[in-house]
């Protein structure tokens, strides 16, 4: 039976991958840092590790669980903090460079020398604010251009037979109604064009078990738009047009 | 033996929980529904979403054996979504839930349609326990996903293949059901020149299965795959028209070799792609006592099916 562990479960995208998982028949690792994923999996039956991964010991715990066991990892986990670059707190900065960028490397690089059952697939939940600069986001559409950058690298990488056959499945869904837009304190949760979790959810489950497997997702309308504008317009047109555009939904 | 049997409201789980009420066993039935009153002296557990986790909590202790027919067949309005739901996320709750409760013994309903073949796959009939699974409708890539999820289980387990089940109280969507409404009501399909052949079974033969596999196979380790079927497979063109006396046409080789490009609902009807070799029943002692020749006209007579 296929194992799949899945990070930032506890809410939000995460927990509906983890449910979509549970109902394709796949065991799931929640992993999460707050507390409440531990009623959570008991409610779903199934495993979870409370840990942060932010922090150097949070990570290792989930590291240490990649024992080759685990044949399906979901690098979900992710924060954002709003507010310009002048005003943000040194040590939230860090902790969030931790989470969305250290972590999901590390989990990566691990993932892939665990040499995983199948159906090794390696996916990176990134976001279509990847190809759009953030402004007052500024570090988040950073770290997830990382993390498409790092997912597009590690997809060649398994092309040439260099990632023990893990695929690599990179997600970028633009905006969910979820709680990430009031986490990150953004004013964005009355917008009409919010996709539904569940439904990015089952496109990513689906894709993960499909033996097609594609290696690249963009879910809605937002992220596909943004997309076409950066292979169209000039690069200064493009950074100047969308990021007003978005610091205004902000 | 105290048996929990989900989805025991319906019609194959309802057969089941009857027949191993009046064996002598004590039963327990779930339910989705709020109250359910025809339960006779059977437990029923209502309100039983079984695709709920929380739903395990409302189950008795002490079960010492699970039939668990509970399932979602909707192949008109059914969405992926919604198999899943029902046939994969209950199947793997009741499973976790019979490892944790000690159950000795858990038998599946699963169906001769995770054997279906999509376009282009040819027909390799009679199927039997082995042939590849290829199931071409969300139900049955459903039911292969929990077939999978029950033989992976802690717990010994039955997966039972039903082929087309018939009997007192089918469900109008029941495959002989609707074809025979079709042939009813339309001449086309009642005249048609169909050649193809099904494997079915009555459903007190499905259950008397499930009754001698939980008694006699209760502490054995997994039996695995059983297809369950009558060794006679029944006409498709006495089921879209009991009164047919048309001399049987053998499919000559166009039509087998035209066959193998339909979809597999209209290749089952010039092919016996649904027709499996009951064989492995017949070794692990399991009989049929009744002939879908024998039963199907007097269900047309007396279940008022037909407009």
């Given amino acids: 039976m296929t194992t799949a562990l899945v990070t930032g479960a506890a809410s939000g995208l995460g927990l509906e991958i983890a449910r979509a998982l549970l109902m394709r028949g796949v065991e799931v690792i929640l992993v999460d840092r707050d507390p409440a994923v531990a009623s959570l999996a008991s409610e779903l039956l199934c495993e979870c590790i409370v840990c942060d991964l932010s922090t150097d010991e949070g990570t290792d715990e989930v590291l240490k669980r990649l024992d080759g066991s685990v044949g399906i990892v979901v690098s979900n986990a992710g924060a954002a903090q709003k507010g310009a670059m002048r005003d943000q707190e040194p040590n939230a900065l860090r902790d969030m460079i931790g989470l969305n960028v250290t972590a999901p490397a590390l989990i990566a690089r691990r993932f892939i020398e665990s040499t995983p059952s199948r159906p090794a697939c390696l996916v990176i939940v990134s976001s279509s604010m990847a190809v759009a600069p953030t402004p007052m986001l500024g570090t988040y559409g950073a770290s997830k251009s990382f993390q498409t950058s790092l997912a597009e690298a590690l997809d060649v990488e398994s092309l040439l037979g260099a990632t023990n056959g893990v695929r690599v499945l990179c997600a970028e869904p633009s905006g969910m109604a979820t709680g990430f837009q009031q986490a990150a304190g953004v004013n964005h949760a009355e917008s009409r064009i919010l996709l539904a979790p569940e439904d990015v959810a089952a496109l990513i489950a689906d894709e993960i078990l499909s033996p097609r497997g594609r290696s690249f997702l963009r879910i809605g309308t937002t992220g596909k738009m943004l997309a076409i504008g950066k292979r169209v317009l000039p690069r200064a047109v493009f950074a100047r047009l969308t990021g007003r555009m978005l610091a205004r939904f902000r | ?307």
């Fill in chain 2, 1 to 307: 033996m105290k048996v929990l049997v989900t989805g025991g409201t319906g019609f194959i789980g309802g057969e089941t929980a009857r027949s191993l009420a009046e064996a002598g066993h004590e039963v327990v039935v779930t339910t989705r529904a709020a109250d359910w009153r025809q339960g006779g002296d059977m437990t029923v557990v209502s309100q039983c979403d079984l695709a709920q986790p929380a739903s395990l909590a409302l189950l008795p202790t002490g079960i010492n054996a699970v039939v668990h027919a509970a399932a979602l067949a909707d192949f008109r309005h059914g969405t992926w979504h919604d198999h899943l739901r029902n046939n994969v996320g209950a199947t793997r709750n009741i499973l976790r839930w019979a490892e944790r409760s000690g159950v000795a013994h858990l038998a599946f309903m699963s169906t001769i349609g995770v054997h279906d073949r999509p376009w282009g796959h040819r027909a390799v009939h009679p199927l039997d326990e082995q042939s590849p699974r290829h199931p071409s409708s969300a139900y049955g890539r459903s039911k292969v996903i929990a077939e999978d999820l029950v033989a992976a289980a802690r717990v010994p387990t039955t997966t039972l293949r039903l082929s087309w089940v018939y009997g007192t109280g089918m469900r109008s969507n029941s495959h002989i059901r609707a074809m025979a409404g079709w042939g009813a009501t339309n001449a086309l399909a009642r005249h048609a020149p169909v050649t193809g052949r099904v494997s079915v079974i009555d459903v007190r033969d499905v259950a008397a299965a499930v009754k001698t596999i939980l008694e006699t196979g209760g502490d054995a380790p997994d039996t695995g795959a059983i297809l369950l079927a009558e060794s006679e497979p029944a006409e498709l063109r006495h089921i879209l028209n009991p009164a047919a006396t048309i001399l049987k046409r053998p499919a000559g080789p166009l039509a087998r070799s035209v066959a193998a490009l339909l979809p597999l609902s209209l290749r089952a009807l010039v092919d016996d792609s649904l027709v499996c070799n009951p064989e492995r029943m017949r070794m692990l002692g399991l009989r049929t006592s009744h002939a879908f020749y024998d039963e199907f006209p007097l269900l047309l007579d007396t279940e008022g099916w037909l407009p």
